[in-house]
């Protein structure tokens, strides 16, 4: 059973414009929560996180939302560059481990 | 620092052979973790330690061995591989791990391959 759901594959995007990843969980005791980047042929580098007490954060052109109700969080992008195309994983802190997304790549074109 | 180092980086396997995927640390990390990924199916965690001598697994142990006996090193034994492990390997590193504000580091992955 998937507890940490990514339910867009990909996402195209123009650059300059604002790009939404959408990540759901299921755990409600799920209390952190981050955004790994990867290129293809590298491990996946943290972008930003996010703890259950807060419900945004934001790192220059990143920011992430935390709805706790409806156990949804998102990362938007503005604006949006083409060196931002990569897969984005979300992932929630579960005791000692990781529970990773099945991700979502993101195309930025010109 | 080099970070997370692993080798090799490709790899093809005869059905039934065994190989060890090597992973080392040089930033003094207790807790270490071995993901596979698979095609459109994100990171599954196969085995992690939170310190030297301690191994528990993850969701996808079945067909893999660790150990740990330094704080540098955490191989991951694969034995009698089979096509089912076709995939890509990750190690990563955490300072402390439980609690969680801490970040997780990868390496570069090893791209395996069962014939």
């Known amino acids: 059973d998937q507890q940490v759901k990514q339910n867009s594959p990909s996402l195209s995007v123009q650059e300059g414009r604002i790009s939404i990843l959408n990540c759901d969980y299921t755990?409600?005791?799920?209390?952190?929560f981050l955004w790994y980047k990867k290129y293809p042929a590298e491990g996946p580098t943290f972008l930003i996180s996010?703890?259950?007490?807060?419900d945004k954060n934001e790192d220059g052109r990143f920011t992430v939302f935390l709805n706790k109700s409806a156990k949804h969080l998102s990362l938007h992008i503005v604006p949006s560059q083409p060196g931002d195309s990569a897969v984005y994983f979300c992932a929630a802190s579960d005791t000692d481990k990781l529970i990773f997304g099945t991700g979502t790549r993101l195309q930025v074109f010109p | 620092n080099a970070g997370v180092t692993q080798t090799p980086k490709f790899r093809i396997l005869k059905i039934g052979q065994s190989m060890t995927l090597q992973c080392a640390q040089d930033?003094?990390?207790?807790?270490m973790y071995w993901y596979r990924q698979d095609p459109g199916m994100g990171l599954k965690l196969i085995y992690y330690?939170?310190?030297?001598?301690?191994?528990d697994k993850g969701e996808v142990p079945n067909g893999y061995n660790v150990s740990r006996s330094t704080t540098e090193d955490f191989p991951l034994r694969l034995e009698l591989a089979a096509p089912s492990q076709t995939s890509v390997y990750f190690c990563a590193s955490t300072p402390r791990g439980g609690g969680f504000t801490d970040t997780q580091y990868f390496g570069p992955g090893t791209r395996l391959t069962v014939l």
């Open positions: 755990n409600s005791m799920f209390d952190y």
């Open positions: 330690s939170v310190g030297a001598g301690i191994t």
């Open positions: 930033m003094n990390h207790n807790y």
């Open positions: 996010i703890s259950s007490i807060k």
